[in-house]
T-cell receptor, first 115, second 111 residues
Protein backbone atom coordinates (compact mmCIF):
# COMPACT_ATOMS: atom_id res chain seq x y z
CA UNK A 1 0.00 0.00 0.00
CA UNK A 2 1.66 3.21 -1.19
CA UNK A 3 -1.29 5.47 -0.55
CA UNK A 4 -1.44 8.77 1.27
CA UNK A 5 -5.01 9.80 1.99
CA UNK A 6 -6.22 13.32 2.66
CA UNK A 7 -9.54 14.56 3.96
CA UNK A 8 -11.55 16.49 3.10
CA UNK A 9 -11.10 16.69 -0.68
CA UNK A 10 -12.61 20.17 -0.77
CA UNK A 11 -13.12 22.76 1.95
CA UNK A 12 -14.77 26.16 1.94
CA UNK A 13 -14.31 28.29 5.02
CA UNK A 14 -14.84 31.83 6.17
CA UNK A 15 -12.07 33.99 7.56
CA UNK A 16 -13.30 33.52 11.14
CA UNK A 17 -13.67 29.74 10.96
CA UNK A 18 -11.46 27.07 12.46
CA UNK A 19 -10.99 23.92 10.43
CA UNK A 20 -8.51 21.06 10.16
CA UNK A 21 -7.02 19.10 7.29
CA UNK A 22 -6.13 15.48 7.87
CA UNK A 23 -3.51 13.25 6.26
CA UNK A 24 -2.88 9.55 6.85
CA UNK A 25 -0.38 6.97 5.65
CA UNK A 26 0.17 3.33 6.58
CA UNK A 27 3.52 2.73 4.91
CA UNK A 28 5.48 2.96 8.14
CA UNK A 29 7.01 6.24 7.02
CA UNK A 30 8.51 8.47 9.71
CA UNK A 31 8.70 11.72 7.74
CA UNK A 32 5.58 13.66 6.78
CA UNK A 33 5.18 16.93 4.90
CA UNK A 34 2.72 19.71 4.18
CA UNK A 35 2.99 21.59 0.88
CA UNK A 36 0.91 24.47 -0.44
CA UNK A 37 0.22 24.83 -4.16
CA UNK A 38 -1.36 27.91 -5.70
CA UNK A 39 -2.98 27.63 -9.10
CA UNK A 40 -0.50 27.16 -11.98
CA UNK A 41 2.44 27.21 -9.56
CA UNK A 42 4.70 24.45 -8.20
CA UNK A 43 4.19 23.06 -4.70
CA UNK A 44 5.93 24.93 -1.90
CA UNK A 45 7.02 23.24 1.30
CA UNK A 46 5.36 24.43 4.52
CA UNK A 47 6.29 21.95 7.26
CA UNK A 48 8.25 18.76 7.79
CA UNK A 49 7.77 16.30 10.63
CA UNK A 50 10.45 13.73 11.29
CA UNK A 51 9.75 11.02 13.83
CA UNK A 52 6.69 12.96 15.03
CA UNK A 53 8.73 16.09 15.74
CA UNK A 54 8.53 19.31 13.75
CA UNK A 55 11.86 19.62 11.96
CA UNK A 56 11.18 22.32 9.38
CA UNK A 57 8.82 25.31 9.40
CA UNK A 58 9.31 27.35 6.24
CA UNK A 59 8.33 30.61 7.97
CA UNK A 60 4.65 29.77 7.71
CA UNK A 61 2.20 32.21 9.39
CA UNK A 62 0.88 31.08 12.74
CA UNK A 63 -2.68 30.83 11.40
CA UNK A 64 -1.46 27.45 10.08
CA UNK A 65 -0.73 25.04 12.91
CA UNK A 66 0.57 21.55 12.15
CA UNK A 67 0.22 18.57 14.41
CA UNK A 68 1.55 15.02 14.22
CA UNK A 69 -0.36 12.94 16.81
CA UNK A 70 1.35 9.69 15.78
CA UNK A 71 3.57 8.30 13.04
CA UNK A 72 0.62 7.68 10.68
CA UNK A 73 -1.30 10.92 11.06
CA UNK A 74 -0.62 14.52 10.18
CA UNK A 75 -3.04 17.38 10.74
CA UNK A 76 -3.04 20.99 9.65
CA UNK A 77 -5.18 23.26 11.83
CA UNK A 78 -6.45 26.40 10.15
CA UNK A 79 -7.63 29.53 11.93
CA UNK A 80 -8.36 33.06 10.78
CA UNK A 81 -7.22 32.41 7.23
CA UNK A 82 -7.14 35.01 4.49
CA UNK A 83 -8.54 34.69 0.96
CA UNK A 84 -4.97 34.50 -0.38
CA UNK A 85 -4.56 31.23 1.55
CA UNK A 86 -6.89 29.56 -0.92
CA UNK A 87 -4.84 26.81 -2.53
CA UNK A 88 -4.33 23.07 -2.87
CA UNK A 89 -2.78 21.66 0.30
CA UNK A 90 -0.73 18.55 -0.31
CA UNK A 91 0.47 16.04 2.22
CA UNK A 92 3.40 13.72 1.56
CA UNK A 93 5.36 11.07 3.40
CA UNK A 94 8.71 9.37 3.03
CA UNK A 95 10.65 6.70 4.83
CA UNK A 96 12.69 8.90 7.15
CA UNK A 97 13.47 12.13 5.33
CA UNK A 98 17.21 11.65 5.68
CA UNK A 99 18.27 10.08 2.39
CA UNK A 100 18.80 12.12 -0.78
CA UNK A 101 17.61 9.13 -2.83
CA UNK A 102 14.36 8.78 -0.90
CA UNK A 103 10.97 8.94 -2.60
CA UNK A 104 8.14 11.11 -1.34
CA UNK A 105 4.59 9.85 -1.74
CA UNK A 106 1.93 12.50 -2.15
CA UNK A 107 -1.74 12.52 -1.37
CA UNK A 108 -4.33 13.96 -3.78
CA UNK A 109 -4.59 17.18 -1.79
CA UNK A 110 -7.31 19.25 -0.16
CA UNK A 111 -8.56 22.13 -2.25
CA UNK A 112 -9.24 25.02 0.12
CA UNK A 113 -11.28 28.10 -0.63
CA UNK A 114 -11.29 30.92 1.91
CA UNK A 115 -14.14 33.41 1.56
CA UNK B 1 21.04 25.76 -3.68
CA UNK B 2 21.62 24.24 -7.09
CA UNK B 3 18.89 25.22 -9.54
CA UNK B 4 17.27 23.46 -12.47
CA UNK B 5 16.06 24.91 -15.76
CA UNK B 6 13.33 23.25 -17.80
CA UNK B 7 11.33 24.35 -20.85
CA UNK B 8 7.91 25.69 -19.91
CA UNK B 9 6.05 23.35 -22.22
CA UNK B 10 6.48 20.55 -24.73
CA UNK B 11 4.18 18.67 -27.05
CA UNK B 12 4.12 15.10 -28.25
CA UNK B 13 1.93 12.78 -30.23
CA UNK B 14 0.62 9.61 -28.69
CA UNK B 15 2.89 6.56 -28.99
CA UNK B 16 5.92 8.68 -29.84
CA UNK B 17 8.98 8.96 -27.57
CA UNK B 18 9.33 12.11 -25.50
CA UNK B 19 12.61 13.58 -24.29
CA UNK B 20 12.20 16.09 -21.46
CA UNK B 21 15.40 18.06 -20.81
CA UNK B 22 16.67 19.56 -17.56
CA UNK B 23 19.72 21.75 -17.11
CA UNK B 24 21.45 21.84 -13.75
CA UNK B 25 24.84 23.39 -14.43
CA UNK B 26 25.57 24.13 -10.74
CA UNK B 27 24.91 20.58 -9.56
CA UNK B 28 27.29 19.32 -6.90
CA UNK B 29 28.87 15.90 -6.87
CA UNK B 30 26.51 14.49 -4.26
CA UNK B 31 23.22 15.89 -5.61
CA UNK B 32 20.66 13.33 -6.70
CA UNK B 33 18.48 14.12 -9.73
CA UNK B 34 14.80 13.36 -9.11
CA UNK B 35 11.84 13.57 -11.47
CA UNK B 36 8.26 13.88 -10.31
CA UNK B 37 5.16 14.53 -12.35
CA UNK B 38 1.79 15.99 -11.50
CA UNK B 39 -1.23 14.91 -13.46
CA UNK B 40 -4.20 17.29 -13.60
CA UNK B 41 -6.05 17.52 -10.28
CA UNK B 42 -3.67 15.11 -8.54
CA UNK B 43 -0.71 15.28 -6.20
CA UNK B 44 2.79 14.88 -7.58
CA UNK B 45 4.05 11.35 -8.14
CA UNK B 46 7.57 10.01 -8.24
CA UNK B 47 8.89 9.05 -11.65
CA UNK B 48 12.58 8.24 -11.35
CA UNK B 49 15.85 9.37 -9.80
CA UNK B 50 19.57 8.88 -10.33
CA UNK B 51 23.01 10.05 -9.28
CA UNK B 52 25.52 9.37 -12.05
CA UNK B 53 24.43 6.41 -14.17
CA UNK B 54 21.47 6.18 -16.49
CA UNK B 55 18.41 4.60 -14.87
CA UNK B 56 15.43 2.70 -16.18
CA UNK B 57 12.16 1.76 -14.54
CA UNK B 58 8.69 0.79 -15.68
CA UNK B 59 7.64 4.40 -16.13
CA UNK B 60 10.62 6.04 -17.81
CA UNK B 61 14.35 6.26 -18.38
CA UNK B 62 16.71 8.87 -17.02
CA UNK B 63 19.75 9.79 -19.08
CA UNK B 64 22.38 11.77 -17.16
CA UNK B 65 25.10 13.65 -19.02
CA UNK B 66 28.65 12.62 -18.31
CA UNK B 67 29.42 15.97 -16.64
CA UNK B 68 26.06 15.78 -14.82
CA UNK B 69 25.19 19.32 -15.84
CA UNK B 70 22.05 18.13 -17.61
CA UNK B 71 19.69 15.19 -17.69
CA UNK B 72 16.84 13.96 -19.86
CA UNK B 73 13.71 12.13 -18.84
CA UNK B 74 12.64 9.76 -21.58
CA UNK B 75 9.11 8.46 -21.97
CA UNK B 76 9.46 5.71 -24.53
CA UNK B 77 5.89 5.78 -25.86
CA UNK B 78 3.78 8.69 -24.72
CA UNK B 79 0.15 8.05 -23.86
CA UNK B 80 -2.62 10.53 -23.17
CA UNK B 81 -2.22 9.66 -19.49
CA UNK B 82 1.33 11.05 -19.57
CA UNK B 83 0.02 14.60 -20.02
CA UNK B 84 1.26 16.30 -16.86
CA UNK B 85 3.71 18.81 -15.43
CA UNK B 86 7.13 17.19 -15.07
CA UNK B 87 9.46 18.49 -12.38
CA UNK B 88 13.22 17.97 -12.33
CA UNK B 89 14.47 18.36 -8.75
CA UNK B 90 17.93 18.21 -7.22
CA UNK B 91 18.40 16.84 -3.72
CA UNK B 92 21.67 17.52 -2.00
CA UNK B 93 23.07 17.89 1.47
CA UNK B 94 21.28 21.25 1.74
CA UNK B 95 17.84 19.74 1.14
CA UNK B 96 18.12 16.09 2.09
CA UNK B 97 14.82 16.36 3.93
CA UNK B 98 12.71 18.26 1.41
CA UNK B 99 11.82 18.68 -2.24
CA UNK B 100 12.24 22.11 -3.82
CA UNK B 101 10.06 22.25 -6.92
CA UNK B 102 10.93 24.43 -9.90
CA UNK B 103 8.41 25.56 -12.49
CA UNK B 104 8.50 22.26 -14.42
CA UNK B 105 7.59 21.37 -18.01
CA UNK B 106 3.96 21.02 -19.02
CA UNK B 107 3.72 18.10 -21.45
CA UNK B 108 0.78 17.94 -23.83
CA UNK B 109 0.10 14.67 -25.63
CA UNK B 110 -2.07 14.65 -28.73
CA UNK B 111 -4.00 11.64 -30.04
Amino acid sequence: DTEVTQTPKHLVMGMTNKKSLKCEQHMGHRAMYWYKQKAKKPPELMFVYSYEKLSINESVPSRFSPECPNSSLLNLHLHALQPEDSALYLCASSQAGRDRGETQYFGPGTRLLVL
Amino acid sequence: DAKTTQPNSMESNEEEPVHLPCNHSTISGTDYIHWYRQLPSQGPEYVIHGLTSNVNNRMASLAIAEDRKSSTLILHRATLRDAAVYYCILRGVYNTDKLIFGTGTRLQVFP
